[in-house]
């Protein structure tokens, strides 16, 4: 699948070189090997190394796994919002909109489109870390794997997201919505 930014284009070239740069800055901040962080993330050795030198795009999954591993909010890794790209994943589509900080909280604000026939489900993130999705239309089935919930358009839903969470359309119309993601600051 191919990521594109606000406005619809491709990832660019500097967005993956200004992403690799964000996680290798924060591995090595963390005293992580490229080893041990592809291991922890579950994923492959080269795809981390791609990521940090900016040769390959990542999926919304891939992006979630590293977040989770260092214990960081996915716009951790990203452009500031106003170049923030539309990250995609299996199911979700999301543009980091706003990122904001409340002395020990940071909440990322997302734009999301859930697209029918799939299923996104996303690694855990740290602990105390909270979700909240308003669904704008369709009906989504989101939240904890073993627990899911439908929400239904005008309606919200939330959950804490310290494991294997996800998000799918119901219905085989797409979801549009907006999720808010709020993460307690260790630092």
């Not at 990542?58 to 214990?71: D, K, M, N, R, S």
């Amino acid at each position: 699948m191919i990521e594109r930014d606000a406005q619809g284009k491709q990832w660019t070239a500097e967005t993956a070189a200004v992403t690799g740069l964000h996680i290798r800055r924060l591995r090595t901040e963390r005293g992580l090997s490229l080893s041990e962080l592809a291991r922890r993330a579950g994923i492959g050795k080269a795809t981390l190394s791609g990521l940090e030198t900016g040769s390959r795009n990542p999926t919304a999954e891939t992006l979630y796994a590293i977040a989770g591993q260092l214990a960081v909010p996915l716009a951790a890794l990203l452009s500031a919002p106003d170049a923030a790209p539309t990250v995609e994943g299996e199911a979700v589509s999301a543009t980091l909109l706003e990122v904001f900080r409340d002395g020990a909280v940071s909440t990322e604000l997302y734009r999301l489109t859930i697209r029918p026939g799939a299923v996104q489900v996303s690694p855990a993130h740290a602990p105390g870390v909270v979700e909240y999705l308003t669904v704008f239309s369709g009906t989504a089935r989101v939240g904890p794997v073993a627990a899911p919930r439908l929400v239904a358009a005008g309606e919200h839903a939330c959950w804490v997201s310290d494991g294997p969470h996800g998000y799918a359309a119901v219905g085989g119309v797409p979801v549009e919505a907006s999720l808010l993601i709020r993460h307690p600051l260790t630092d």
